[in-house]
């Protein structure tokens, strides 16, 4: 069975930061290309970043450039979500998704 797990979210001051971590499981995730989305109250889910694990180039939207880093242990089977200087703009349940798979978010809420 897959599953995707994520942790790390929480309350955080502007400015501050947040580790995300998603533990893959059922498969391993060598040749595929992993993402982070991200669903604000009221809002559309967005991506945020991805990586591509078979030639590791990334992506990630314009509103996290330079603040935000997504990284894989693929020893690990991990997904790694590196958001600093973060902002309340930030808040939001964020999600790691692989193919077909999500997993059950981890809220992040950013207080001004």
């Known amino acids: 069975e897959v599953q995707l797990v994520e942790s790390g979210g929480g309350l955080v001051q502007a400015g501050g930061s947040l580790r995300l971590s998603c533990a893959a499981s059922g498969f391993t995730f060598d040749d595929y290309t992993i993402g982070w989305f991200r669903q604000a109250p009221g809002k559309e889910r967005e991506g945020v970043s991805c990586i591509n694990n078979r030639d590791r180039s990334t992506y990630y939207a314009d509103s996290v450039k330079g603040r935000f880093t997504i990284s894989t242990d693929n020893a690990k089977n991990t997904v790694y979500l590196q958001m600093n200087s973060l902002k309340p703009e930030d808040t939001a349940v964020y999600y790691c998704?692989?193919?077909?798979?999500w997993g059950q978010g981890t809220q992040v809420t950013v207080s001004s």
């Open positions: 998704n692989i193919g077909t798979y």
